[in-house]
């Protein structure tokens, strides 16, 4: 069974930044598509951004487009969030997945992917 583990989660003022990392212990994540999505409290969880198996397709939703970067490191098996200007309605849980490496092109739901951690909460707050 693989599990994903997030880490990196936390308590940060409007407008500062976070960095989440998920690690993937038992899973190649260069044949894999990344991916964070996020669950607020009442909410389904949503796609935030995902990273492509070959690294070089990255897409967003729209909401975090020009704040958030995603990338990976295959030799640490690690993948990144980088948050910037952090904004309330960012605050969630994020959860880390990985899914099937289809080239170039990604995938935004949630049954797309095959494996999830457990999540790391971000609070964003003054």
């Known amino acids: 069974q693989v599990q994903l583990v997030e880490s990196g989660g936390g308590l940060v003022q409007p407008g500062g930044p976070l960095k989440l990392s998920c690690a993937a212990p038992g899973l190649m994540i260069d044949n894999n598509a990344m991916a964070w999505f996020r669950q607020a409290p009442g909410k389904e969880r949503q796609f935030v951004a995902v990273i492509s198996g070959s690294g070089s397709t990255t897409y967003f939703t729209d909401s975090v487009k020009g704040r958030f970067t995603i990338s990976r490191d295959n030799a640490r098996n690690t993948v990144y969030l980088q948050m910037n200007s952090l904004k309330p309605e960012d605050t969630a849980v994020y959860y880390c997945?990985?899914?099937?490496?289809?080239?170039?092109?990604?995938?935004?739901?949630?049954?797309?992917?095959?494996?999830w951690g457990q999540g790391t909460q971000v609070t964003v707050s003054s």
């Open positions: 997945a990985a899914g099937p490496s289809l080239g170039n092109l990604v995938l935004t739901r949630v049954p797309n992917y095959d494996y």
